[in-house]
C-alpha cells in the first residue's frame, strides 16, 4: 500500500491558480498510475486528471481542459496538479489516488480503479 499526502488547497479568488502536490510513501514507488479527484459537499467524487506512470499519457475531464495540467516528478516522488482560472462551482476537497499498473503509460480513470487515497486537501474559491 502507498500513502499520499496532498497539500497546497487553500482559499482563493475565482480567476486565481493554485498548485495542488501529492507526495507518495510506503512501499516502493514504482510503476504506479496517479490521479486527482473532487468531492464537493452533497455530490460524489468525480474524476479530474490522471497521469501515467511515464508522464507521457495524460486526460483530463472536460470541465478543467485547458486549465488545470496534471505533472509527475518520478526522481522527486510527487505528484502535481497545476490549477489556472479557477471557478467558484470547483470548491471541493481534492484527493489524490494511486493504483499499481501494468504498462507505463497506462491511465485509470475511474475511483474504483484506484486502491490507495490520500486525506484530501480542501479548495475553497471565492466568487
Known amino acids: 500500500q502507498v500513502q499520499l499526502v496532498e497539500s497546497g488547497g487553500g482559499l482563493v479568488q475565482a480567476g486565481d491558480s493554485l498548485r495542488l502536490s501529492c507526495a507518495p510513501s510506503?512501499?516502493?514507488?514504482?510503476?504506479?498510475?496517479m490521479g486527482w479527484f473532487r468531492q464537493a459537499p452533497g455530490k460524489e467524487r468525480e474524476f479530474v486528471a490522471a497521469i501515467s506512470w511515464s508522464g507521457g499519457s495524460t486526460y483530463y475531464a472536460d470541465a478543467v481542459k485547458g486549465r488545470f495540467t496534471i505533472s509527475r516528478d518520478n526522481a522527486d516522488i510527487m505528484v502535481y496538479l497545476q490549477m489556472n482560472n479557477l471557478k467558484p462551482e470547483e470548491t471541493a476537497v481534492y484527493y489524490c489516488a494511486a493504483e499499481k499498473v501494468v504498462a507505463a503509460d497506462e491511465l485509470l480513470l475511474s475511483p474504483l480503479s484506484y486502491d490507495d487515497w490520500g486525506q484530501g486537501t480542501q479548495v475553497t474559491v471565492s466568487a
Open positions: 510506503g512501499r516502493t514507488f514504482s510503476l504506479y498510475g
